[in-house]
Each structure stands twice: as structure tokens, then as C-alpha cells.
């Protein structure tokens, strides 16, 4: 039997969606599965994490002022690469660790 467990940051989806997004995942599960009888044995357990435990990019989370300071310092280091790094070496390389 599959599980799918997600971990959400407590708070952000109403009942409702918790329960549309289980219906979703669900139904993934179905489609790759291929048969329909596969959909009585799928678990979703969606987990609710206090937003004190979250961390993005090694800073304290933030809600949506989180989103736009971890998109503006990607943009920042997306900005200074020079070619199109594929391996972990080139990317080493391309952007290195920092302090």
C-alpha cells in the first residue's frame, strides 16, 4: 500500500483544501497505478508543522516575506553564474560556497 505523507506549515490550507489535496494525491496514486481498485489503498497523511520549525535557506520562516527574500536571493545567485553548470562539480564551481 502506498503512503504519500506531506508536511505543510500549520495553518496555511483551510480543512477543505487539506481534503481536496488528499483527494488529488489520491488519485495520482490511481492514475499510475492504473487500476481503480488501487484507490482503497492509498494513504495520504498530511502533517501540520508549527511555523516556528520551518527554516528556508537557513533562515527562521517568515510566511509570504519568506517566499519573496528566498526568490530574490535565488535571482541574486541565478544572476552571478556564468554558463549552464549540469553536474554538482560545475555547479561547485559556478557557485561557490560563500563565509
Known sequence: ????????????????EKHAMAKALTDVMVKFEGSEAFREVVWVLIEELHADGWHIGGRPFEG?????TTLSKSKDIV????????????WAAAAPVVG
Do not use: Q
Request: net charge negative.
Open 1 to 16: 500500500m502506498p503512503f504519500v505523507n506531506v508536511k505543510l506549515v500549520d495553518g496555511v490550507f483551510t480543512p477543505e
Open 64 to 68: 509570504p516575506k519568506s517566499l519573496m
Open 79 to 90: 544572476e552571478t553564474i556564468d554558463g549552464n553548470p549540469t553536474t554538482r562539480k560545475e
